[in-house]
């Protein structure tokens, strides 16, 4: 089975503080994606990254950032904080051929005071 | 990115009521289509997906789905839900590349 595991389950951070989320796949997958999650809206795309280093903005980029380092790792990353990224964010992961399915983690609760 | 509409925000029914929930997509090329669900506390797994031939597909739970390209809909059905049905559940489509785009959610509460 696709493992998709997140660092955290629930973070709680204060605004300005930069933060840190991690994502590992244990499936040698290429592309791996960072989405969050809004009652209403749906998973929103944030980045995706197809190979080590490289990445590609999603839909919704603004104030975040990513690092790829290593197929297996993806992290994202928000510079600063603020309460409207309080949010479920969720990573996913597939291989690059023609099945397109994606894998999820579990989801990383955060709430930005 | 592409839009992907489901039509029912929140669905309230009764065990052993017939469900069918709505989505439609604006993108008028190729597309591959899923329907992903989340159960309460859990991470989100495939339902099931087309990619291409006959266009009724069966997913596991019972779940089927019609995909109809002259509506761009991919609904999704199944004929006698159960109280563990309860979750939410998400139409994706697949535009290009390996991306997806989503659409809102719907949250179907069956009651026992």
């Known amino acids: 089975d696709v493992k998709v595991t997140q660092s955290s389950r629930y973070l709680v951070k204060r605004t300005g503080e930069k933060v840190f989320l991690e994502c590992v796949q244990d499936m040698d997958h290429e592309n791996m994606f960072w989405y969050r999650q809004d009652p209403g809206l749906g998973l929103r795309l944030i980045y995706f990254s197809y190979d080590v280093k490289m990445k590609e903005k999603g839909d919704i980029p603004e104030g975040y950032s990513v690092s790829r380092e290593k197929k297996e790792r993806f992290s994202l990353i928000l510079e600063s904080a603020s309460t409207n990224q309080t949010s479920m964010y969720l990573c996913a992961s597939n291989p690059m051929t023609a099945d397109i399915e994606q894998f999820f983690g579990p989801g990383t609760r955060l709430t930005v005071l | 990115a592409q839009s992907v509409s489901q039509h029912n925000h929140h669905v309230i029914l009764s065990e052993a009521a017939s469900l069918e929930l709505g989505c439609n997509y604006s993108?008028?090329?190729?597309?591959?289509l899923f329907w992903y669900v989340q159960y309460p506390g859990q991470h989100l797994q495939l339902l099931l997906k087309?990619?291409?031939?006959?266009?009724l597909v069966k997913g596991i739970k019972g779940f089927e789905a019609e995909f109809i390209k002259s509506k761009f809909s991919f609904n999704l059905r199944k004929p006698s839900v159960q109280w563990s049905d309860t979750a939410e559940y998400f139409c994706?489509?697949?535009?290009?590349?390996?991306?997806?785009?989503f659409g809102a959610g719907t949250t179907v509460t069956v009651r026992a």
């Open positions: 993108y008028g090329g190729t597309v591959n």
């Open positions: 087309y990619f291409s031939g006959d266009p």
């Open positions: 994706a489509v697949n535009y290009d590349d390996y991306k997806l785009s």
